[in-house]
């Protein structure tokens, strides 16, 4: 009874996660076809206020799971540190790819919306036609896919 518990508080985790970083990776899609500088600091704002969630609910997922592998005997296993090698992957992959990417626009847009001209409309438009936030989201999606598929199947 206890693993069940211990499994419900590790999903109570993911779901939390999904639910804040959900918001995160609906803003990175739009920002790439929005062009008006206040819009877009608005959505960056939005999607800084619910990472605020991001560690609370990682902590919350890790330590349910943590607890659960040992309750359940699970870290023999090889598809339990394949799943937590593939969190740590996209974490440092988010830190530093994402996030100085969002920074950089952040940057971009106040500058624009406090009237510089330092920063023109065709340079927004590059930073934001860059596949990086695309490409986040595309990996994001298949590390939640890839650790779903090994908790279900545990392959190895």
Do not use: C
């Not at 619910?50 to 309750?71: E, N, T, Y």
Request: net charge positive.
């Amino acid at each position: 009874m206890a693993y069940q518990w211990w499994f419900f508080v590790h999903i109570v985790g993911v779901s939390a996660f999904l639910l804040s970083h959900g918001v995160s990776a609906g803003v990175a899609l739009k920002l790439r076809r929005e062009r008006d500088p206040a819009k877009i600091d608005a959505l960056l704002q939005l999607s800084s206020s619910s990472v605020g969630w991001f560690w609370p609910s990682i902590g919350l997922l890790l330590l349910g799971g943590v607890v659960a592998g040992f309750l359940g005997s699970w870290w023999r296993f090889g598809w339990i540190w394949a799943s937590l090698g593939i969190l740590a992957f996209m974490i440092v992959e988010m830190l530093i790819v994402a996030r100085p990417y969002y920074q950089r626009v952040g940057t971009i847009v106040r500058a624009m919306a406090g009237g510089s001209e330092a920063v023109t409309a065709e340079q927004l438009d590059r930073v934001l036609g860059a596949t990086t936030a695309l490409v986040n989201a595309i990996l994001g999606f298949s590390a939640i896919l890839g650790i779903l598929y090994l908790m279900i199947f545990k392959p190895f």
